[in-house]
């Protein structure tokens, strides 16, 4: 009797090489899960994204329904006249009020994060630091010069709201190419400096949209941080970037998308209809 029980035992038991075997289908699986399960945490990542858009366009409305139908500048007041008592700010910081934020606007208090202005894939981002994952179109909302701001109305006279980006996806720290960058766009200069983007500087303003020979693509994909250009927005999927448009629809943009098809997205009155790659 007690030699059979152990004889029992002794079948019940895993050899090695059984072992193996289900540590190697373990291992199987997990590698067959783990890109499944990164492409949900992506998506829900791009979803996210497209939300935030969302939501800041649709503060540049309410900016604008309160405003004469106009967005602010890029960086600058919210009025088309520099005066002594409207703060000079940039666009994320006179949105405040309008994506329930309006205590962090009236405290002033330089610093604080805002979700909002968060991507979930924006690996220079961790959501604690004061900083913003986007970027104005810089030809919709530039930078005031001197007293002057040429504010974007919805009302105007141009290629429609609908046929033009209003903000996109950038990384918050960027590395700096060699020299700076100014372009005239109207009256308009469009300048930059490199390194981190606050969503209360001055760096938080805008990116650059218009053709120059220091600037050959209309935005990376995922690039790693090191070489993150700061004269273009970063697309935080392998997908594309995601944009929205002055009207406030939200949509992908295709890597394959040509530079110039992409000025013409960005530039409200090119009078230009856009083409069938965008």
Not at 40 to 55: G, P, T
Not at 238 to 261: E, K, W
Request: with cysteine; hydrophobic share 40%.
């Amino acid at each position: 009797m007690v030699f059979s029980s152990h004889a029992r035992a002794r079948r019940r038991a895993f050899t090695l090489i059984e072992l193996l075997v289900v540590i190697a289908i373990i291992a199987i699986l997990i590698g067959l899960l783990l890109p499944a399960v990164q492409k949900v945490r992506e998506a829900a990542a791009r979803s996210q994204s497209q939300n935030n858009l969302k939501q800041m366009t649709l503060g540049l409305h309410g900016m604008a329904g309160t405003n004469q139908d106009r967005f602010c500048s890029g960086f600058g007041p919210l009025g088309s006249t520099v005066n002594a008592g409207d703060p000079v700010r940039p666009w994320t910081w006179h949105l405040l009020p309008h994506i329930e934020q309006d205590n962090v606007f009236r405290s002033g208090t330089f610093g604080a994060n805002i979700k909002t202005y968060v991507c979930p894939s924006d690996t220079t981002n961790n959501g604690t630091a004061a900083l913003t994952s986007y970027a104005a179109n810089a030809a919709a909302m530039p930078p005031a010069v001197g007293t002057v701001v040429r504010l974007f109305n919805m009302n105007s006279t141009g290629d429609g709201t609908s046929n033009t980006i209003a903000l996109m996806e950038r990384y918050a720290i960027t590395v700096a190419p060699t020299g700076p960058l100014a372009v005239t766009y109207g009256a308009t200069t469009i300048s930059h400096t490199f390194g981190s983007h606050p969503w209360y500087g001055t760096t938080a303003s805008h990116v650059l949209v218009l053709p120059n020979a220091q600037v050959t693509v209309p935005f990376q994909i995922k690039p790693p941080p090191s070489a993150a250009d700061d004269r273009v927005a970063q697309g935080m999927s392998a997908g594309g970037i995601q944009v929205s448009m002055c009207d406030g629809s939200v949509r992908g943009v295709n890597p394959s998308t040509p530079y110039a098809t992409w000025v013409l997205a960005c530039d409200p009155y090119d009078g230009q209809v856009l083409p069938s790659n965008w």
